[in-house]
């Protein structure tokens, strides 16, 4: 397997520069606390105890969505996971930022603004691009070394993250070793029965890319969450429409991937499983079902799969030598929308196969409803690359890593 260097390889009392991937859920305004500070609070404060000047880059959401929100708030969460503060610039690399990296003491931490309130960050471009923006070349001469813990957003072009590591001597964080080891080694096994994928969240794009490329490795895709809608609404129900001005959940999603959701439906569909309902909330503040005939889209929010759904799909997970779950299948954080989720986890750790959780906000879920850890074979705090992995892609972060060992 192809390697990198990683913190244990630094030089003593360094200025770095650490990329993580704190992007959390966000509820009324509030920034949930869960699993990727706890992981990634083992990196820097490996870090600060090892005498560093260590300054942390993350983001939080996409513009114009509400979880875009400033990194305030993950400090205190992160430090709430260390014996060391965190102190925190609402400014990424003007001038403000750099004062404040210049004032750090050894072992000292500070985190910087979200990287995406940077118009260099975004979009996704080359490498050589992206080093060659004011961003990078302003905050790089202030670091001895970059560190990228943020295996979960490696797979994004953005500055922080394949910027750095043309300009710096780069190494890889605990999370990104842990990661990296774990999510390879699955696309590379082989298993001898059944192998299902359960995915939701709510970037189905990215999963129906998966689903594409995955055709021949996976034997049954149970659906749920944003994709589960697309393809009832491909299968002719009513679903998966953005009901209020401000949703932008579906159509877009729709509009992107129409083609690719029609064919695998044509070519595949023995090979994928539908929701049969979706629940929503009555007038009484209540869950209610639909079967899928019933769905009305123009009326409804739906928020979970129903449960004759979950029923359905419970012994598809436990028939598996294999189960690799991505993404929620309901609002689970809202208790009377989590039968889809928890009944799909719940499922998997009752099995006795080889399983994966991924999707940053679904393994919430695990503590959430009382499940153990210990129960799968890893649970990834990775979403998107976590199942990039999984079809064998290479992930540019990482790929820049082991170029730099090399
Ligand atoms: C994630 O939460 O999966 C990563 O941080 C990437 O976020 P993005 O999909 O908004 O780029």
Redesign the pocket.
């Known amino acids: 397997m192809a390697s990198f260097n990683t913190i244990d390889d630094l030089d003593d009392a360094q200025r770095v520069l650490v990329r993580l991937?704190l992007?959390s859920p966000v509820e009324d305004g509030e920034v949930q606390d869960n699993r990727r500070f706890q992981r990634h609070a083992e990196t820097v404060g490996e870090l600060a105890d090892e005498g560093h000047r260590v300054v942390l880059m993350a983001?939080q959401?996409?513009p114009g969505r509400d979880t875009f929100v400033s990194l305030e708030q993950h400090a205190d969460i992160l430090g709430s996971y260390l014996d060391h503060e965190v102190g925190f610039v609402d400014d990424t690399y003007g001038d403000d930022a750099l004062d404040a990296i210049d004032a750090l003491d050894a072992g000292e931490i500070l985190l910087l603004e979200n990287t995406r309130m940077c118009d260099d960050e975004l979009p996704e471009e080359d490498p050589e691009v992206k080093a060659d923006t004011e961003f990078v070349e302003t905050l790089a001469p202030e670091f001895d070394a970059y560190i990228n813990d943020a295996y979960?957003?490696a797979h994004?072009k953005h500055a922080s993250l394949v910027g750095f590591p043309l300009v710096l001597p780069a190494f890889a964080g605990r999370v990104m070793e842990t990661e990296y080891e774990a999510n390879t080694a699955i696309a590379s096994r082989e298993f001898d029965g059944q192998v299902t994928m359960v995915v939701g969240g709510t970037?189905a794009t990215d999963v129906i890319g998966v689903m594409e490329t995955l055709g021949d490795k996976i034997d049954t895709f149970c659906l749920g969450g944003i994709a589960s809608h697309l393809f009832l609404r491909a299968a002719g129900y009513e679903s998966g429409y953005d009901r209020h001005e401000d949703l932008d959940l579906y159509d877009s999603q729709w509009e992107a991937n129409e083609d690719v959701i029609r064919r695998l439906l044509e070519e595949r569909r023995d090979q994928i499983e539908l929701p049969v309902g979706l629940a929503y909330e009555d007038d009484n503040g209540e869950r209610a079902e639909h079967t899928r005939e019933e769905l009305d889209a123009g009326s409804y929010d739906y928020m979970d799969i129903s449960e004759k759904t979950v029923e359905k799909y419970d012994p598809t997970i436990r028939n598996s030598d294999a189960v690799f779950l991505k993404g929620a299948l309901g609002v689970f954080e809202e208790e009377k929308f989590s039968a889809g989720t928890v009944g799909a986890v719940k499922a998997i750790a009752e099995t006795d196969c080889f399983s994966v959780v991924g999707g940053?906000d679904t393994s919430r879920s695990i503590e959430m409803y009382g499940m153990d850890e210990d129960s799968f074979d890893h649970v990834s705090i990775?979403?998107?690359?976590y199942i990039r992995a999984l079809t064998g892609a290479d992930l540019p972060g990482v790929e820049l890593l082991i170029d730099a060992a090399n």
């Not at 990775?382 to 690359?385: D, K, S």
Request: glycine fraction near 28%; charged fraction near 30%.
């Open positions: 991937d992007n983001h959401g996409r979960s957003a994004r970037k940053g990775a979403g998107g690359a």
